[in-house]
């Protein structure tokens, strides 16, 4: 199938980029003067994280969508998007940790911001629970839409709250107010990043897609 | 409008007279809520944390707990007899549908709530009569937001395989920052804390009401509609 054959290829192309961001991350960018080497992990950790917040919403952007059209598209695209945000969130939640042994010295701590990534993960798990609670497709696909677009309006209260506690956890310095204050080399390296994780995000949720396809063209009424 | 909210009102009154009726499923959930303080009661050691230190997580896991019992029961009363089959044949909308069961939902928790907190007060000693307005307003506040997703998502997971399971698996998340915002404003009031440093989370837990409560008015349609 062609659709699986495109999100095969963009994956491969993610992957081995994916391998260039950690030679460059490793070999060329600078060691951070107080956090050390433990410092690397942020490459991956931030726009995994950023990608998991934005699955979210795009899974409530298609349900909205869903809701109105009744196009079973955008419907396999909010399932592919949550199991793909699913991942990337499993992957904020093990690099986070391994960062905060070394530097927080606790694996976890129960800070706003851990919580509440914790949560969306959750979020995430339900999401893709319920999907597999209900067995007919046009109310599983309604029902998905309903959590789905609470799940996003959950999004800006978790942010929120983040800003209103006290937290160990380090502020954005990217993605707020005023100019990033990072090094010209972190900074490209980290958009470089970003830039990999969204065609992993985009390989994924390709062959996500094409793989629900594919079952539904093999099992008509499953 | 004014047929919404008529018809929701006689939703409302149907539910809440059936519960009226039997009785059992409010009793279990006052039973169940002095349980739950009593478990506590045993999970603390005395000597070491004082109660008013514990006190607001106490109440508000019991508060959680009695809401899950109550909403998972909301949408049960209507699959017997597809009663929710007559139900959406009659002539009044959806929407006021949803507003009847978070009506009758909000009555049901409100009782257990209502029962809860002077047992909570007399069991852990803590005195809630000088800051019982406060406190009412931030329960008040915290609950319909959490009866109000979890009345939507009751109406999906009734009609799903493992609806008890699900209810707390779904609502949980949704029900967590209100839940956080009420133990902080809580333990402020309870430690005699100026109302001032209370206002910030009356105002979240407001603007979570507002959202969600318009959300599910709005969605509730989708998970009914065939």
Known sequence: MRLLKTGRWITVVGLSLLAAVYVRALAFTPVERTQGVAQKIFYLHVPAAIWTETGMILVGVASIFYLFLKDPRLDRFAEASAEVGMLFGTIVLTTGPIWGKPIWGTWWTWDARLTLTLLLFLMYVGYLLLRGAVTEPGLRARYAAVLGISGMCLVPFVHLSVYMFRTLHPQPIVLKPSAPSLPGAMLATLAFSFLVFTVLYVGFVTQRYALTLLREQTEPHA | ?226
């Not at chain 2, 929701?8 to 039997?22: C, G, N, T, Y």
């Not at chain 2, 944390?49 to 106490?58: C, E, M, Q, R």
């Not at chain 2, 839940?179 to 404003?185: D, G, K, M, P, Q």
Request: charged residues 10%; glycine residues 4%; hydrophobic residues 65%.
């Open chain 2, 1 to 226: 409008m004014p047929d919404v909210w008529r018809h929701a009102w006689l939703l409302a009154r149907k539910d809440l007279l059936i519960e009226f009726r039997s009785r059992t499923a409010i009793l279990s959930a006052v039973v169940f809520t002095i349980l739950v303080l009593l478990v506590f009661n045993f999970g603390r050691d005395p000597t070491a944390v004082a109660a008013v230190d514990l006190a607001p997580s106490i109440l508000w896991v019991t508060f959680t707990f009695a809401a899950m019992l109550a909403l998972n029961r909301a949408f049960q009363l209507e699959l017997e007899n597809q009663a929710l089959d007559g139900l959406l044949l009659a002539p009044v909308s959806r929407s006021s549908i949803y507003l009847g069961k978070l009506m009758a939902n909000l009555v049901f928790v409100a009782t257990v709530e209502g029962i809860g907190l002077p047992l909570f007060a007399l069991f852990f000693n803590v005195s809630v009569v000088p800051v019982l307005g406060p406190l009412c307003a931030v329960i008040a506040l915290a609950t319909v937001g959490f009866v109000a997703v979890g009345t939507l998502f009751s109406a999906m997971t009734g009609r799903t395989r493992f609806a008890e399971l699900l209810l707390p698996v779904l609502l949980l998340p949704f029900m967590l920052p209100p839940l956080i915002w009420a133990v902080l404003a809580t333990s402020a009031l309870l430690a005699g804390r100026p109302l001032s440093e209370v206002v910030g989370w009356l105002r979240l837990l407001a603007a979570f009401d507002i959202v969600f409560v318009t959300l599910a008015f709005f969605l509730f349609p989708a998970t009914v509609n065939e």
